[in-house]
Structure formats: structure tokens, C-alpha cells
């Protein structure tokens, strides 16, 4: 459990969710629960790791809870399920990019360019406990029968522990075309200096995209292909004198990652894929406002 009380995460969830969604979809809803009222609940389903039954029984548990998020009922889970899974992607990258605004605040250092590191880390697809894992692998030597996990790809503001941009996927998967349109949507929220990434990201592309559409610097090791192979441009000068020092600071990264999954989860549960992607975007948007 985290340590961030919930009646102010839940207060924290409905601003940002008010300044992004409309407050019903239709004329012709029901105007029971606003839109932002329930992606706010989705967000404090998402920080307390609850499931969408739990979600229920804990609002009516908790008056205070419903008195900060405006309800004069309780929604049903399968209220906030269907709102997930017509809850489209794009809206709630907006809400991470306004919690991450917020998050920068308005002091003379949100004016800097932001050093960002891009990487990506697994999100479990169940609840499955690790000393299970561990225990079957010790009496069949051999692992849980999974094939794929979900690849959670994010872009985090190394200074300021924000995450920018995200997305996801099936693993495992190599996301090097993905950091042009990630980094652009993140140089949306906040403009962009330095792009610090792993040697998955090691292309000419990337770097010409960076340096010369975003005017800003890029670090990434040049490590594909052999030795013997003869690279030019920005990739030939990453291998003949790479930046060590500044890129040190990539490994802040992880940070985030460790922080997310210690403090808010680190699975995205649903029977589908659909399902387990918007668990990965709510579990990002759901750190942002954490960080609040």
C-alpha cells in the first residue's frame, strides 16, 4: 500500500481528470457518475491495486472517499469496466501529460529542457505470487509455461521522476521504431534537451530525428552490428567517444520502474490484451498523480 492518503490521491485524481474528459460522453447519458468521477475511481483502483469488485466494496466502506469524489452512489464494477474499455487511449495519455505538467510546476527550473530517459520494463499478466513461481521451479525445474508478458515502454523525466509518454505491448518485442512518435508525443508535454536510451534504441534514424526535428541531444550506445563494421554519422561518434558521465543518469529509469511496482503494482491483470493495456496506461497515469 502506498503512503499517500486516499482521500487526497482521489482529490488529486478528479482535478486532472476534470481538466481533461467532458463531463458525460452523450446528451443522452444518464448523468448517474460524470466521466472524470469514474476515471478518477479507475485511478484509486489502480493505486491500491484493488480489482474492479474490490473497488466497489471499498467505496461503500468509505464515506469520506465518496464525499471528495462527488458520489451520491456507488457505481457498480461493471460500471468502471465498460467505462475502461470505452476509455480511449489518447484521453488518458492526456490526463498523464497534464498530471506531469503539474508535476513540473511553474518555478524558473520547469523552464529547462528536460533530460529524459527512454526504457521499458514487464508487467505481470495475473497475480500469481512469486514464491509460487519459485517453489513449482524448484520442484520441476522448469518456469510457468508464459510465452509473453506485456512490455511497458515509457519516457521519464530523469530530474523531476515524471513520466512523459508511454505504450505498450505484447514481449518480447524490439522498440526501436517506437522512440521517434514516444519522444515526440513527450517533447508535447515538455520540451526536451537530452534523450538518454539503451543500445535497443541504437539507430542513425533516432538520432537524426532527435537532433535535428527536436533540436535537442541524443546519447545511446552504439552497440548493433560487429566491431568491424564501419558506421558513420552520430552512431560512429557514440562508439569512438561515448558520453559515460551523462549517461549515467539513464539509469534513473529504473527508479521510476522500482518505484511504481514497490508502491502502486507491478501487474496489469485482464483476460485480454485490450484489457491489460489499459491497466499498463491507468498504472502510469496512477504514478504521475502519486507523484502530485
Same mark, same amino acid.
Given at each position: 500500500?502506498?503512503?499517500?492518503?486516499?482521500?487526497?490521491?482521489?482529490?488529486?485524481?478528479?482535478?486532472?481528470?476534470?481538466?481533461?474528459?467532458?463531463?458525460?460522453?452523450?446528451?443522452?447519458?444518464?448523468?448517474?457518475?460524470?466521466?472524470?468521477?469514474?476515471?478518477?475511481?479507475?485511478?484509486?483502483? @489502480?493505486?491500491?491495486?484493488?480489482?474492479?469488485?474490490?473497488?466497489?466494496?471499498?467505496?461503500?466502506?468509505? @464515506?469520506?472517499?465518496?464525499?471528495?469524489? =462527488?458520489?451520491?452512489? #456507488?457505481?457498480?464494477?461493471?460500471?468502471?469496466?465498460?467505462?475502461?474499455?470505452?476509455?480511449?487511449?489518447?484521453?488518458?495519455?492526456?490526463?498523464? $501529460?497534464?498530471?506531469?505538467?503539474?508535476?513540473? =510546476?511553474?518555478?524558473?527550473?520547469?523552464?529547462?529542457?528536460?533530460?529524459? =530517459?527512454?526504457?521499458?520494463? =514487464?508487467?505481470?499478466?495475473?497475480? #500469481?505470487?512469486?514464491?509460487?513461481?519459485?517453489?513449482?521451479?524448484?520442484?520441476?525445474?522448469?518456469?510457468?509455461?508464459? @510465452?509473453?508478458?506485456?512490455?511497458?515502454?515509457?519516457?521519464?523525466?530523469?530530474?523531476?521522476?515524471?513520466?512523459?509518454?508511454?505504450?505498450?505491448?505484447? $514481449?518480447?518485442? %524490439?522498440?526501436?521504431?517506437?522512440?521517434?512518435?514516444?519522444?515526440?508525443?513527450? %517533447?508535447?508535454?515538455? @520540451?526536451?534537451?537530452?534523450?538518454?536510451?539503451?543500445?535497443?534504441?541504437?539507430?542513425?534514424?533516432?538520432?537524426?530525428? #532527435?537532433?535535428?526535428?527536436?533540436?535537442?541531444?541524443?546519447?545511446?550506445?552504439?552497440?548493433?552490428?560487429?566491431?568491424?563494421?564501419?558506421?558513420? $554519422?552520430?552512431?560512429?561518434?557514440?562508439?569512438?567517444?561515448?558520453?559515460?558521465?551523462?549517461?549515467?543518469?539513464?539509469?534513473?529509469?529504473?527508479?521510476?520502474?522500482?518505484?511504481?511496482?514497490?508502491?502502486?503494482?507491478?501487474?496489469?491483470? $485482464?483476460?485480454?490484451?485490450?484489457?491489460?493495456?489499459?491497466?499498463?496506461?491507468?498504472?502510469?497515469?496512477?504514478?504521475?498523480?502519486?507523484?502530485?
Amino acid at each position: 500500500m502506498a503512503e499517500v492518503g486516499l482521500l487526497l490521491f482521489a482529490r488529486v485524481a478528479l482535478e486532472v481528470a476534470t481538466a481533461v474528459l467532458p463531463p458525460y460522453r452523450s446528451r443522452f447519458s444518464k448523468h448517474q457518475f460524470t466521466q472524470p468521477q469514474l476515471l478518477a475511481v479507475l485511478c484509486l483502483m @489502480r493505486y491500491e491495486d484493488w480489482t474492479f469488485r474490490e473497488t466497489e466494496v471499498r467505496l461503500r466502506e468509505h @464515506r469520506e472517499l465518496r464525499r471528495v469524489l =462527488g458520489l451520491r452512489s #456507488v457505481p457498480d464494477y461493471t460500471t468502471l469496466y465498460r467505462f475502461l474499455k470505452r476509455l480511449d487511449e489518447t484521453l488518458i495519455n492526456q490526463a498523464l $501529460g497534464e498530471a506531469a505538467r503539474r508535476l513540473g =510546476g511553474a518555478s524558473p527550473r520547469s523552464l529547462r529542457r528536460a533530460r529524459v =530517459g527512454v526504457d521499458a520494463t =514487464g508487467l505481470a499478466q495475473g497475480a #500469481v505470487s512469486t514464491f509460487f513461481v519459485r517453489r513449482q521451479y524448484h520442484h520441476t525445474q522448469q518456469p510457468l509455461p508464459w @510465452r509473453h508478458w506485456l512490455k511497458w515502454l515509457t519516457v521519464v523525466d530523469v530530474d523531476r521522476q515524471r513520466i512523459l509518454a508511454q505504450d505498450a505491448r505484447p $514481449g518480447p518485442w %524490439n522498440d526501436c521504431a517506437r522512440l521517434r512518435p514516444l519522444v515526440g508525443a513527450a %517533447n508535447q508535454v515538455a @520540451r526536451i534537451g537530452l534523450v538518454l536510451a539503451d543500445a535497443e534504441f541504437d539507430s542513425e534514424r533516432n538520432h537524426t530525428y #532527435v537532433r535535428q526535428t527536436l533540436r535537442a541531444r541524443s546519447i545511446i550506445p552504439a552497440k548493433r552490428g560487429k566491431k568491424s563494421w564501419r558506421i558513420h $554519422g552520430v552512431r560512429a561518434e557514440m562508439r569512438r567517444a561515448f558520453p559515460r558521465r551523462q549517461y549515467a543518469r539513464r539509469s534513473l529509469v529504473e527508479t521510476v520502474f522500482s518505484a511504481v511496482k514497490r508502491k502502486l503494482s507491478a501487474r496489469a491483470p $485482464g483476460r485480454s490484451l485490450f484489457m491489460q493495456l489499459r491497466q499498463a496506461f491507468l498504472l502510469g497515469l496512477a504514478y504521475n498523480l502519486y507523484r502530485l
